[in-house]
């Protein structure tokens, strides 16, 4: 049974912008194939949940975000006026605070010179381009939409509308039939000289068009070996180059940290809106309808299109801390492992998994590169160390569901 309401002031806020002209065959996110993105059901689903959200109470937007993230899907598929139609769902006071960092998705193919010029106008200071490869052929295998040069232009497109801030992704461990060279594409990703840089290896899941072709045989994933190998590579091009890797996945040039998703990472509240978006505030985490049809529905009548929701019991709540404070550079405090944890994280220092660093006075453990390749073992061994309960005796946990 869900009981505590969670009412602490939310400043970060996840929009979900579901449509992408094709689904990409590694593809799991909650996506709509359309051509052209459907910009007013967008907007009108997200004035209903808004509404709904708004009455319901438990997550109460501050009067001035901090953050606010739009993903997808493909925004830019949403065109130029997408940005300014939010802005106004929020309310323009909501946007207003100086420091507000707001980043918008966008696909290279469908991110022109009036979609960058009308989001930064509307707002946007920040892009994360899904680039994920400068070879043709890995792009092509992919089911990308672009080539190596749409890449180049949609960074010269952002930069021209002054959205200097920008992080490109990539995607790494790719199988043989795409006939990546990494090597190559961090030399390209590195010449364009972007300040945020995403990393991302390949996972299958099952249910895509590539989950098909592992399952039947006619695709062999990269061994894990070239997966380590690839993200070690990685590492040494990019901190080479003066990139801080500030956290497992992601790599940043100094004060272009994602404040976003630093906000995940620090355990604190966020909204999440549109079709498959999670909240959180502690403890109550909820997740909305994953399909868009359903979503559009349920949010169209000002109801919650909240799937379902639990309440973060104790011993998950601590798992999760562990977990989050290993993904980043911060680590965790050395003051926060007890005993038994020390002996467990000595044995990382002494294999090259883990290192003591100070962080404003105060000595902290965290992770090595080779560290955060076993990232979810290590917390566990943590969590146990630490005295994590398992989870069938965590009885503050609990599950409710609205549908
Ligand atoms: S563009 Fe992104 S969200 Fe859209 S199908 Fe491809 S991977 Fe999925």
């Known amino acids: 049974m869900v009981s505590a309401a969670s009412t602490v002031p939310v400043r970060s806020v996840y929009v979900h912008a579901p449509f992408c002209a094709r689904r990409c065959q590694y593809c799991d996110f909650a996506v709509k194939v359309r051509q052209v993105g459907d910009v007013d059901g967008w907007t009108a689903a997200l004035a209903g ?12 937007l501050a009067p001035a975000l901090g953050t606010l993230y739009v993903g997808g899907g493909t925004p830019s598929l949403l065109g130029p006026d997408c940005m300014g139609a939010l802005a106004r769902l929020l309310g323009p006071g909501r946007l207003a605070d100086p420091a507000l960092e707001w980043t918008a998705e966008a696909n290279p193919e469908s991110f022109s010179p009036e979609v960058a010029t009308a989001w930064r106008a509307a707002g946007v200071n920040r892009v994360s381009l899904g680039v994920q490869s400068f070879t043709e052929s890995a792009l092509r295998w992919m089911g990308r939409l672009h080539g190596p040069a749409g890449a180049r232009r949609a960074v010269e497109i952002a930069r021209r509308a002054g959205l200097d801030d ?3 992704d990539l995607i790494f461990a790719l199988p043989d039939e795409a006939n990546r060279v990494w090597k190559a594409d961090l030399d390209a990703v590195l010449a364009l000289e972007p300040p945020h840089v995403s990393l991302y290896g390949l996972t299958v899941e099952v249910g895509t068009p590539l989950g098909k072709s592992v399952a039947e ?3 062999r994933v990269a061994s894990e070996e070239r997966y380590r190998e690839e993200y070690l590579y990685a590492v040494e091009c990019l901190t080479a180059e003066g990139y801080v890797h500030y956290e497992v996945s992601n790599f940043a040039r100094s004060g272009h940290d994602s404040q976003h998703n630093r906000v995940y990472w620090g355990g604190a509240a966020y909204l999440g809106i549109g079709n498959g978006a999670h909240s959180f505030s ?10 868009w049809d359903d979503y559009a529905r349920v949010a169209a009548t000002g109801e ?4 379902s929701q639990e309440m973060v019991g104790a011993a998950a709540r601590q798992l999760e801390r562990v977990w ?3 993904r980043t550079d911060h680590g965790v405090p050395w003051d926060q492992l007890n005993g038994p944890a020390r002996r467990v994280v000595r044995r990382w220092l002494k294999t090259g998994l883990a290192l003591r660093s100070d962080e404003d006075g ?4 965290r992770l090595t590169p080779a560290g955060w390749l076993l990232l979810d073992r290590l917390a566990v061994d943590l969590d146990q160390a630490l005295g994590g309960v ?9 599950r409710g569901y609205y549908l």
């Open 390 to 398: 398992p989870e069938e005796r965590d009885q503050e946990s609990s």
């Open 362 to 365: 105060r000595e902290h453990l």
């Open 217 to 219: 045989g006619r695709v």
């Open 49 to 60: 949940e808004l509404r709904a959200v708004s009455r319901d109470g438990r997550f109460p």
């Open 304 to 307: 919650l299109p909240v799937a």
């Open 324 to 326: 989050l404070w290993l």
């Open 282 to 291: 502690e403890p109550l985490r909820r997740w909305n309808l994953r399909d």
């Open 166 to 168: 920008l992080s490109v």
